[in-house]
């Protein structure tokens, strides 16, 4: 038996029944005339007929392309509905995918957001030049794993963020993600060896940060400077490189954060203290013309954390960006007289016990700025200063 041809199908439609192109594509004609495209498959063990749609809408050279696509996603083991559905999402590219998937998520178009940005550098970075030519549909948990092999070791957690960013792409661009992406994540750490441990942040003992304070006060360029804001205010390293002069209050020495840079997603006032305004005021002539970033690096974007760790390491000092928050929360506890409650909320974490948190109506604020200046004081070793000094609060 021949395949079809136009003249062909024109003499089906006046004869009922089905009628084989080859291939397992069948024109299926009714007693009314109507007909439609079928491609028939085997699927474990069992036949099953998938409509590739009516004669009027699919042409014939559009019913084999749709047919040859239903058998490789049945190879690939993948389901033929959705290939055939959404053949414009599955052959988009990965970069493309991402693309879209990152101006779906963003809020606005303005340059200064942030974690937009970091995502589109990583992507950049560690996954476009492996991944990005190839369709969603072709990847799969042996691929992302070799992309990820380079930095699975050396860059844990860059590793896991690009993992995760890679993940949530491609349940965005397939039909299926849901599906996928709930066995994908399992299934590329199979693939991989499993990562160092990682211990507690090494922190500084707070009775050296004065020292190392005014050290670091002789070291120039833009990491020092956004490492010295770091330490004044007990933010994480995130949110001070992604800072921007839009969430700065300078005359209210309040700096606000919003929900989306925000670990627990939660936005955050920082009360800054006379020492932290000054820095922000010496920073300010720096501003680029096309940045509203605090710190921005030379290309205008933010700052990576390695950026901050170099400062660090260049004045061999052994301990990490996120250990002075442990130091300021260890001088809290052992120099001042603060409710733990107060610096647990400067250093915005979440509270655990879910009653206390649901009738907890207020952030500390007052009592976080003079926590906050006198920490600077401490920092900065002007003890003295009538507006930055370390204090014992009385009883209230």
Same mark, same amino acid.
């Given at each position: 038996?021949?395949?079809?041809?136009?003249?062909?199908?024109?003499?089906?439609?006046?004869? *009922?029944?089905?009628?084989?192109?080859?291939?397992?594509?069948?024109?299926?004609?009714?007693?009314?005339?109507?007909?439609?495209?079928?491609?028939?498959?085997?699927?474990?063990?069992?036949?099953?007929?998938?409509?590739?749609?009516?004669?009027?809408?699919?042409?014939?050279?559009?019913?084999?392309?749709?047919?040859?696509?239903?058998?490789?996603?049945?190879?690939?083991?993948?389901?033929?509905?959705?290939?055939?559905?959404?053949?414009?999402?599955?052959?988009?590219?990965?970069?493309?995918?991402?693309?879209?998937?990152?101006?779906?998520?963003?809020?606005?178009?303005?340059?200064?957001?942030?974690?937009?940005?970091?995502?589109?550098?990583?992507?950049?970075?560690?996954?476009?030049?492996?991944?990005?030519?190839?369709?969603?549909?072709? #990847?799969?948990?042996? %691929?992302?794993?070799?992309?990820?092999?380079?930095?699975?070791?050396?860059?844990?957690?860059?590793?896991?963020?690009?993992?995760?960013?890679?993940?949530?792409?491609?349940?965005?661009?397939?039909?299926?993600?849901?599906?996928?992406?709930?066995?994908?994540?399992?299934?590329?750490?199979?693939?991989?060896?499993?990562?160092?441990? %990682?211990?507690?942040?090494?922190?500084?003992?707070? %009775?050296?940060?004065?020292?190392?304070?005014?050290?670091?006060?002789?070291?120039?360029?833009?990491?020092?400077?956004?490492?010295?804001?770091?330490?004044?205010?007990?933010?994480?390293?995130?949110?001070?490189?992604?800072?921007?002069?839009?969430?700065?209050?300078?005359?209210?020495?309040?700096?606000?954060?919003?929900?989306?840079?925000?670990?627990?997603?939660?936005?955050?006032?920082?009360?800054?203290?006379?020492?932290?305004?000054?820095?922000?005021?010496? @920073?300010?002539?720096?501003?680029?013309?096309?940045?509203?970033?605090?710190?921005?690096?030379?290309?205008?974007?933010?700052?990576?954390?390695?950026?901050?760790?170099?400062?660090?390491?260049?004045?061999?000092?052994?301990?990490? @960006?996120?250990?002075?928050?442990?130091?300021?929360?260890?001088?809290?506890?052992?120099?001042?007289?603060? *409710?733990?409650? @107060?610096?647990?909320?400067?250093?915005?974490?979440?509270?655990?016990?879910? @009653?206390?948190?649901?009738?907890?109506?207020?952030?500390?604020?007052?009592?976080?700025?003079?926590?906050?200046?006198?920490?600077?004081?401490?920092? #900065?070793?002007?003890?003295?200063?009538? #507006?930055?000094?370390?204090? %014992?609060?009385?009883?209230?």
């Amino acid at each position: 038996m021949g395949r079809l041809t136009q003249a062909h199908i024109k003499s089906a439609l006046s004869k *009922p029944g089905r009628h084989h192109d080859g291939n397992g594509l069948f024109l299926s004609v009714r007693d009314s005339g109507q007909a439609s495209w079928i491609a028939r498959v085997q699927q474990n063990g069992k036949r099953r007929d998938i409509g590739l749609g009516s004669l009027r809408a699919v042409s014939l050279a559009e019913a084999r392309g749709k047919a040859q696509m239903v058998k490789a996603a049945m190879v690939a083991g993948h389901d033929p509905i959705l290939a055939i559905n959404a053949p414009t999402e599955l052959t988009r590219t990965f970069r493309e995918a991402a693309m879209a998937f990152l101006e779906m998520r963003a809020d606005n178009a303005k340059l200064a957001d942030v974690s937009q940005r970091q995502q589109l550098a990583h992507l950049r970075t560690y996954a476009f030049p492996t991944l990005g030519r190839l369709q969603v549909q072709s #990847i799969d948990a042996d %691929r992302i794993a070799n992309c990820l092999k380079p930095i699975w070791l050396g860059k844990p957690v860059t590793a896991k963020k690009v993992r995760t960013l890679i993940i949530r792409i491609l349940r965005f661009a397939r039909p299926d993600g849901a599906l996928f992406a709930g066995t994908l994540a399992p299934a590329v750490s199979d693939r991989l060896p499993k990562q160092p441990e %990682r211990g507690n942040f090494q922190a500084m003992p707070y %009775r050296d940060v004065p020292a190392f304070w005014t050290r670091l006060g002789e070291k120039g360029g833009m990491g020092a400077l956004a490492l010295r804001l770091v330490i004044l205010t007990a933010v994480r390293s995130g949110e001070a490189r992604g800072a921007t002069w839009a969430e700065m209050d300078l005359e209210a020495a309040e700096w606000r954060i919003p929900a989306a840079r925000m670990k627990a997603r939660k936005g955050h006032r920082v009360p800054l203290s006379p020492a932290a305004v000054a820095l922000l005021r010496d @920073v300010a002539p720096f501003k680029g013309k096309n940045s509203d970033l605090v710190f921005p690096s030379r290309n205008g974007g933010p700052l990576s954390d390695m950026t901050l760790t170099k400062a660090i390491r260049d004045m061999g000092a052994p301990f990490t @960006v996120h250990g002075f928050r442990s130091a300021f929360r260890d001088w809290a506890a052992d120099e001042t007289d603060f *409710p733990r409650e @107060v610096p647990e909320a400067a250093l915005a974490h979440a509270v655990p016990n879910e @009653v206390e948190a649901a009738y907890r109506r207020t952030d500390f604020f007052d009592k976080r700025r003079a926590l906050m200046n006198a920490w600077a004081g401490f920092v #900065i070793g002007d003890r003295g200063s009538k #507006i930055v000094r370390l204090a %014992r609060p009385g009883p209230k």
